[in-house]
Nanobody
């Protein structure tokens, strides 16, 4: 069974920085990639950044140039370094893991960590 645990969220002022971390367990050889998604109050969950086991990286336009995703897959861990934070970055940030067996695609999610950007 796959489990993902996020940490590092909190309250920061506009222009500040945070580093989020996600520690995974129970991930087997079908692992394809991991990523960060976020969901504001009453909104859908949107992609922020993803990284594959082959180190292919994708960013949302809103994150590009400000956020950096990195991974240490030997430890099933990813990080998200966030700089120049804006009020619109306020959301619950969720860690995702994608596993593909060739027959089935499976998504797993962490519990989320709250990021609040406010003066």
């Amino acid at each position: 069974q796959v489990q993902l645990v996020e940490s590092g969220g909190g309250l920061v002022q506009p222009g500040g920085s945070l580093r989020l971390s996600c520690a995974g367990s129970g991930i087997d050889s079908s692992f394809y990639g991991m990523g960060w998604y976020r969901q504001g109050r009453g909104t859908q969950r949107d992609l922020v950044a993803t990284i594959t086991s082959g180190n292919e990286i994708t960013y949302a336009d809103s994150a590009k140039g400000r956020f950096t995703i990195s991974g240490d897959f030997a430890k099933n861990t990813i990080h998200l370094h966030m700089d120049s934070l804006k009020s619109e970055d306020t959301a619950v940030y969720y860690c995702n893991a994608l596993l593909i067996t060739g027959v089935r695609t499976m998504d797993y999610w962490g519990q989320g960590t709250q990021v609040t950007v406010s003066s």
